[in-house]
């Protein structure tokens, strides 16, 4: 599930004649004067428990539906709206609408909040959203996932009928352009990153994936047979670039495809969405922060991640669809990087 295009995912008649967001204090426009995307009977009826981003539960009816995008503020914030070029602190859990079940729990991490790196509904669902505001967006699957097969995202039960509920909790907004007063790394713009990986072949450790890639960069990951995975975090350069070097804090852009070990299925691929991911090094997984940090933009890296030892721990990947057990493997391209300030 990605929030940003180039790094990672919801009443009654009367009450959809209102304007903008919501009623109380929430902005019924955006920093640009835009109208805020428009609540609906299915983001309004949308109710919680729990934390976002850990373990964060619907507790209203299921199934939701919506044959377009809804937003609707749960909770109300304070502060000003973001933008243009400015970070967003953002946690958020995703759930199938049509069972009300949690597919991911995605923690707090900074967001670059800019209209082309993000998805249309991450875009939709923050760019009204005030500090300390929980917010439901419900979207069809085509508005989330594109033609993304469902199969392809690793995750039991969906299906292309079904709407999805993204609901997002917003945390400081960094009021600085491009973070250059918070030690936010800033932002780069498409044209400054490289299509894949670039530099010199390095030789793979015995025992791990075999990786081919296609004219455009893009890999194909064959897990070896009749080798068992590591129960420990292992990585490895596969190409070794000569741009600059990811440091701790980075804003860090990726193209990564990733499979399970056990099947050797593919659960997500930036590469098949067409555009890398930015994410700050600190805010992702070990298993991509530690096989990141150090490396240098233009680097191929593969990275074989069990689930608590770098991964998302034995309950977060059963609530993605998969064994408590598997090992996930990432294959990532550096193709750039901006250093904290």
Same mark, same amino acid.
């Given at each position: 599930m990605k929030v940003t295009r180039a790094l990672l995912p919801v009443g009654l008649a009367a009450a959809l004649l209102l304007a903008g967001c919501t009623s109380g204090n929430?902005?019924?426009? #955006?920093? +640009?004067? !835009? #109208?805020?995307?428009?609540?609906?009977?299915? &983001?309004? *009826?949308?109710? =919680?428990? *729990?934390?976002?981003?850990? #373990?964060?539960?619907? +507790? &209203? %009816?299921?199934p939701v539906k919506a044959t377009k995008a809804e937003r609707t503020v749960l909770k109300e914030g304070k502060g000003k709206v973001a933008k243009a070029g400015e970070s967003i602190a953002v946690s958020m859990t995703i759930f199938n609408g049509s069972d009300g079940k949690a597919m991911q729990q995605v923690p707090e991490s900074s =967001?670059? /909040? $800019?209209?082309?790196?993000? !998805?249309?509904? !991450? @875009? #939709? *669902?923050?760019?009204?959203?005030?500090?300390?505001?929980?917010?439901?967006? =419900?979207?069809? @699957? %085509?508005? =989330? /996932?594109?033609? $993304?097969d469902p199969a392809a995202l690793g995750i039991e039960g969906l299906s292309q009928k079904d709407s999805i509920v993204v609901v997002l909790n917003v945390g400081k907004i960094d009021e600085t352009v491009n973070g250059s007063s918070s030690g936010e790394p800033g932002t780069l713009a498409p044209d400054k990153l490289l299509k894949k990986a670039e530099g010199k072949a390095q030789q793979p450790p015995k025992g791990f994936p075999s990786v081919t890639l296609a004219k455009s960069g893009e890999p194909t990951i064959t897990i070896p047979k009749d080798v068992k995975p590591p129960s420990k975090l292992e990585y490895a350069t596969l190409i070794k670039g000569d741009g600059e070097k990811v440091k701790s804090g980075d804003r860090v852009y990726v193209n990564y495809r990733g499979v399970i070990w056990r099947t050797g299925e593919e659960f997500d691929s930036s590469w098949s969405r067409g555009e890398p991911v930015p994410f700050i090094t600190t805010g992702v997984i070990p298993g991509f922060e530690k096989a990141l940090v150090g490396q240098t933009v233009g680097s191929q890296v593969i990275s074989v991640v069990p689930a608590e030892d770098g991964g998302y721990g034995a309950a977060g990947l059963e609530r993605m669809g998969h064994k408590k057990d598997d090992v996930m493997v990432f294959v990532l391209d550096v193709v750039g990087t901006v250093h904290a300030k």
């Open positions: 929430a902005p019924a426009k #955006d920093a +640009t004067g !835009a #109208d805020c995307l428009p609540g609906g009977a299915a &983001s309004q *009826g949308i109710k =919680v428990s *729990g934390t976002t981003g850990k #373990d964060l539960k619907i +507790t &209203s %009816k299921t =967001v670059p /909040f $800019t209209k082309d790196s993000l !998805a249309i509904w !991450a @875009y #939709d *669902g923050m760019r009204c959203a005030l500090p300390g505001e929980q917010t439901a967006v =419900v979207a069809p @699957y %085509k508005e =989330v /996932f594109g033609s $993304t």
